[in-house]
């Protein structure tokens, strides 16, 4: 007999082979998951050893405790004595632990369901990676226009959600991410300023400063630096909070209601977020215009006044409306980003990581791609 004891106290386990090419295992002491526990690479390496073997018997008489960690040891053994064509005999088992480990595999594993790694060539990865980027396309399209018919019965006031969930929802899109904003626009504005100030200041012509604060903030990074921040903020935050009730049933439950996950979760969240947007557009365009001030009257040595009236008179009302009107697209895009995101979220809390993380990509790949369109469509019409 070979002991692989690892302390009197301790769970143990003892392998004896016998004349009928049989190996008897005995499980001694407390098989517990806060003790150090045998692993059951030791009896594989002695199956292995030995070819002969065609059977595997247990003896717990002298088990003193077991717990789930028993269950995975016997589990993960019987598997491999299958793979290798060896009969494994659990009369001599405890009767709970036999019905855990029928209950076990009574449901088979699903196919796929440990990762493995998927074999195949060059191309058929190519292949099939382009087809998950075609069915990903698909689900987008599928998800917006079933927000559309949502947005229609919006529009008809038959749609179906809470009042208090929108206000809910423009709170925490408008007035909760006021600060952050601040912060970054006027930190923006001030890089801005210094960036224009380095060149500017070598021709005299620092009171262009203005200027370029003014003309950055209302056209592009007013809008831009916003939308960042939301989908950091926002969108991610949106990816959560569905994925989580995804993953608690919650929308299916409001689905066997007959009530329509859309109108009541997505519908409140988009409307706050595109008609905060422009709104914090706007005042992250005055925040930066002031960070560029700052930096223009204390370390460029010019008037407020004549700084603030140079700003007036380069903006235009055009500039401004664009700004707007990209921070308004912006803002759809980061809260559809969001909640497709929360609804493709799987069935695992580590999935709701995944999607939040997924979300805040999928929003500022949008918008990145979105602002290089409207500044070649702004080009082509002049504004």
């Known amino acids: 007999m070979k002991s692989l ?36 690479n030791l009896v594989e390496r002695e199956l292995s050893a030995t070819p002969a073997l065609r059977r595997v018997t247990f003896d717990a008489s002298q088990l003193s405790g077991w717990d789930s960690s028993l269950v ?103 007035a909760n ?86 109108e009541f979760l997505v519908l409140p969240r988009v409307l706050a977020l595109v008609l905060m947007m422009p709104l914090l557009c706007l005042y992250a365009d005055f925040v930066g215009i002031l960070g560029g001030a700052f930096v223009g009257v204390s370390m460029l040595d010019l008037a407020a006044r004549s700084y603030f009236q140079e700003t007036i008179s380069t903006l235009t009302f055009t500039n401004l409306l664009g700004g707007l009107f990209k921070a308004t697209v912006y803002g759809a895009l980061i809260a559809v980003a969001g909640c497709l995101r929360g609804f493709q979220c799987g069935n695992s809390s580590s999935a709701v990581g995944d999607a939040t993380t997924q979300a805040v990509v999928t929003s500022i790949v949008m918008v990145v791609v979105a602002c290089g369109i409207f500044a070649v469509v702004f080009n082509v019409l002049k504004i």
């Open 5 to 40: 004891s690892l302390s009197a106290e301790q769970a143990s386990l003892a392998l004896e082979k016998t004349a009928e090419s049989t190996l008897v295992i005995r499980l001694l002491g407390k098989w517990q998951l806060r003790r150090d526990l045998p692993s059951a």
């Open 177 to 262: 991410a006021v600060g952050i904003v601040t912060l970054i626009s006027f930190l923006v504005g001030v890089i801005l300023a210094f960036m224009g100030a380095v060149q500017l200041s070598q021709f005299g012509a620092a009171i262009y400063v203005a200027d370029l604060v003014g003309i950055g903030m209302v056209r592009e990074m007013g809008a831009m630096m916003t939308a960042v921040i939301m989908a950091g903020r926002t969108g991610a935050a949106f990816a959560a909070k569905l994925g989580t009730m995804k993953v608690t049933q919650e929308i299916d439950a409001l689905t066997t209601m007959g009530i329509s996950p859309l």
């Open 72 to 174: 995975s040891f016997i589990a993960n053994l019987s598997e491999w004595c299958r793979t290798r064509g060896i009969a494994d005999d659990r009369s001599g088992l405890p009767a709970g632990l036999r019905r855990l480990l029928e209950l076990a595999e009574a449901v088979p594993e699903t196919k796929g369901a440990r990762g493995e790694a998927s074999k195949g060539s060059f191309l058929q990865r190519i292949g099939d990676a382009s087809l998950g980027y075609g069915l990903s396309v698909g689900e987008f399209m599928a998800f917006l226009g079933d927000l559309s018919i949502a947005f229609g019965k919006f529009a008809r006031g038959k749609a179906r959600y809470r009042g208090v969930d929108l206000f809910e929802a423009i709170q925490q899109c408008g």
